[in-house]
């Protein structure tokens, strides 16, 4: 046998990159090469191995005897490792078996067993679930500088002291204290109520309302004051006040008062224009600028994704400038008499915060029973229209509200919502599904209150939930046969493969169980504190959910570039081997779910 250093073992790799330095030298001195003829038997189930396998030319294929009949676990091809469960539990779980000539380089058992001993990360690498491995991967992957950044806390950015006035103070008082603590903003507490007032709310006041310098500065507050513990992400804060339209919150810690964060001191740790296009949108008083803010969304999504930002945070930032956006076209479109009659909803994706890109619109209104609006259809028009020039094509599907069967008044919607539950058909499923994660981005919220209460009936009818359920597992997974991705140039559409079935599950399981959370993420959250998912399984379907976005996100901004139309598919062959491992792991995670789903629901 020839020895790894002559050869080349490449230990950068995952999961060698995990070794210090000695350590991955102590690898390449003791691994070594070998051969086996095509039909040979590497390691048997059930046996140890006597070493861990990385393939260098060839292809080994795990098998499990199912009745005396061999059922094929996976095919394995250059570049990928096997064999170190084998050396870590001493048996094997699968036979391996050479299907053509192969050639490995051998890494020794004990070695490897040593190298399990003394580095914790790289042992968790073989022992821990897809979340784990995911997490470790990353941290190799992401910018340094920004897996700290995505890791900074409340308590690491410019507090600043808060200063506390009664709502009796003059307003003369509470400027001259803001100056005096060089703060935009003073603290007013009104017994155990805490509000907030800010320069921009003084200045208005004098400027806009009459107010005098003499006049007392409690009627002039937001009560109450957002707070947000120390110990929360600094990026959340962001998201929050983005959300929220504010500009400051207050900090506690422990639940006293430690000072105030205002938005420039947040903004001071990034360097992505999320705030400038925030504060455009907050500024907008024509389509026209709205128009000029959405066309940025896509750069910042660019720049965020180059940047490794955490798909879970990139999903909430856009979600909640795309909701802003959505929410202020609605208000310079549709009368102020109208808008508290109404509901806009964001439905599919970007209900669930989970459209990055955009992809389509899908959206509808809610109209208040006694509503008079004869514009109604000319307004609903315009609006889709409007979307449509910012970037967001129309659905296929025309679920939009310049469809009246996705503009209704509530009680026709109830209406609606009960007839589907009553007749299960595929058509009336996925509508409920997709009305499901409505999100209310303008107008009343309590006009939808009443609709998605009604849905939550179908859990107590198990024929239109199996119905509910089927097409969950209606789409293939596309895993091959022998654990090969499928597509070829094409790609596979991990959409249908992977995202679908994990997104509408958990859909499924959230209606079933009375989870009011629309985020996928947030979902499987709390179907695991609910006792509805187990633990690991539940954080597997999570990071499986994160790794398909990630991919496929990568994917539909090469083609952007490119000038090509975005889509759901990914090339395996074109992926690094870590993230061809990560979509194999994904994807079989995402299968084992619909074999559960099945299971629990009686699906075909």
């Not at 004990?110 to 042992?123: K, Q």
């Not at 200063?163 to 103070?169: G, L, N, R």
Request: net charge neutral.
């Amino acid at each position: 046998m020839a020895s790894a250093t002559d050869v080349g073992l490449d230990v950068s790799q995952p999961p060698f990159d995990l070794l210090d330095a000695a350590q991955a030298r102590r690898v390449q001195a003791a691994t070594d090469i070998a051969w086996f003829k095509t039909g040979e038997r590497l390691i048997g189930a059930g046996e140890p191995s006597p070493a861990v396998y990385v393939i260098l030319k060839g292809r080994v294929l795990a098998s499990d005897d199912r009745g005396g009949k061999a059922e094929t676990f996976a095919e394995y091809e250059a570049g990928e490792l096997f064999g170190a469960f084998a050396v870590i539990a001493g048996r094997a779980r699968h036979t391996y078996s050479a299907l053509e000539d192969t050639l490995c380089y051998a890494i020794p058992a004990p070695l490897f067993i040593a190298l399990t001993a003394e580095n914790p990360r790289f042992a968790a690498y073989f022992h821990e679930s897809l979340a784990v491995k995911r997490r470790l991967l990353a941290e190799r992957d992401q910018p340094s500088d920004l897996a700290e950044l995505m890791l900074t806390r409340i308590r690491d950015a410019l507090v600043v002291d808060a200063a506390d006035v009664a709502p009796a103070t003059p307003i003369r008082e509470a400027v001259d204290l803001m100056r005096r603590h060089h703060t935009d903003c003073v603290l007013v507490r009104d017994d155990a109520r805490l509000g907030i007032a800010t320069r921009t709310d003084l200045l208005d006041a004098l400027a806009l309302e009459g107010a005098t310098p003499a006049d007392p500065v409690g009627p002039h507050a937001t009560f109450p004051a957002l707070a947000l513990d120390e110990g929360e992400l600094l990026f959340q804060a962001l998201v929050t006040m983005t959300q929220r339209h504010i500009h400051r919150v207050v900090v506690t810690r422990a639940g006293v008062v430690a000072g105030t964060l205002g938005l420039m001191e947040v903004l001071s740790h990034f360097s992505s224009k999320s705030h400038v296009i925030s504060f455009r949108l907050a500024r907008a008083k024509t389509v026209d600028e709205l128009e000029g803010a959405a066309r940025d969304l896509t750069d910042l999504v660019r720049t965020l994704s180059a940047q490794g930002a955490k798909m879970s945070f990139l999903m909430e930032l856009i979600s909640a400038l795309n909701a802003r956006l959505m929410g202020k076209l609605f208000d310079l479109l549709v009368p102020a008499h109208v808008r508290g009659k109404v509901c806009l909803l964001v439905l599919g994706s970007e209900g669930r915060r989970e459209q990055i890109l955009k992809t389509d619109q899908d959206n509808a209104l809610v109209l208040a029973d006694d509503l008079d609006w004869p514009d109604a259809e000319r307004v609903a028009a315009a609006y889709s229209e409007r979307l449509t020039a910012m970037g967001w094509p129309p659905c296929p599907g025309g679920v939009m509200v310049r469809n009246a069967a996705w503009r209704r008044t509530q009680s026709a919607w109830v209406a609606q919502v009960r007839e589907w539950t009553r007749r299960p058909g595929p058509d009336a499923m996925m509508n409920l599904a997709i009305l499901f994660d409505g999100h209310v981005v303008a107008g009343d919220p309590a006009l939808f209150e009443p609709v998605r209460q009604a849905m939550f009936a179908i859990a107590d009818d198990e024929i239109a939930l199996r119905g509910f359920a089927q097409p969950a597992v209606d789409f293939h997974s596309p895993l091959t046969l022998f654990g090969g991705i499928r597509g070829g140039a094409e790609g596979a559409d991990v959409k249908k493969g992977g995202i679908f079935p994990i997104v509408h599950g958990l859909r499924v399981l959230a209606l079933k169980h009375h989870v009011e959370a629309r985020n996928s993420f947030d979902r499987a959250e709390a179907l695991i504190a609910a006792g509805a998912l187990e633990p690991r399984f539940g954080r597997d379907l999570m990071q499986s959910l994160a790794v398909f976005i990630r991919l496929r996100l990568a994917e539909q901004i090469k083609h952007l570039k490119q000038g090509a139309a975005a889509d759901n598919r990914i090339v395996a062959g074109e992926l690094r081997r870590l993230d061809r491992d990560l979509l194999r792991d994904a994807l079989r995670v995402a299968g084992e779910f619909k074999g559960w789903l099945k299971a629990r629901f009686s699906l075909e």
